[in-house]
């Protein structure tokens, strides 16, 4: 991955997995354009790197993200450094489109837009001493857009009550709502997202990729229409380098070499 002049991010890469941590810890890593626009950079720098196989998003200090910069959102803040490559809407959908999995590590408080990034993401792992949840009723606002991605993750009295209550929600609480895929004791979060990102990362980047891109296509298709497109991307699945190379694999009893191909 290239080294951009990031101000508001800390990136790295090693062993096939890209690290991308906000990195304003003495303001809980709040999300302000700048911050966003750096993650879309970042993110895209990923998705091109054929070295990086997955992408880890986490936030340095004590917090993954206290959400929304509520100072630079009623001063209008300063504008990215980087030429601009979208908003925060732009920033949700973008993993939709890696075609490589994205794992939050979430050390501690996650509220608001936070969260929206931590539901966007295919894993969340959380330290068990931390607090979730979307705040912005008790400021006169409302999580108008992680709404959508919350949705998807959680069922709908458990998504209202969250947001119109404005309580948070314990480690615990997130992950029986869906938030969250696994909590862990503090000590253990680094280990466990170690662990998950190297087992994603010994993966077929190609049925990564493929699977990813038609679980998104697919997950707002009624299933009359799902179904055949799915079949379709089987086929195409098929074809590929990497599903004959597992193959092969599986019956000479040895472990596949991808291509990704």
Known sequence: MQDHPYETLLVHAHGGVATITLNLPE????LGPAMVNELLWALD????????R???LTGAGSAFSAGGDLKQMSSGGSGPKLAHRGDYVD???????????TIARIPGHTYGGGLGLVASCDFAIAAESAKLGTPEIKRG???MMIMAVLARVMPRRELLSMMLLGESLSAAEAKRVGILSHVVPDEELDAKTTEISHK???QSPTALRMGLAAY???ADRALTDALPY????LFAILGTEDAREGLSAFLQKREPVWTGR
């Open 27 to 30: 303001r809980k890593n709040p």
């Open 45 to 52: 720098e990923a998705k091109q790197d054929p070295s990086v």
């Open 54 to 56: 997955v992408i880890v």
């Open 91 to 101: 920033l949700l959908l973008r993993f939709t489109q890696l075609g490589k999995p």
């Open 141 to 143: 606002l409302f999580p």
């Open 200 to 202: 994603l990362a010994k």
């Open 216 to 218: 998104h296509h697919q």
């Open 230 to 233: 799915l079949r379709d991307q």
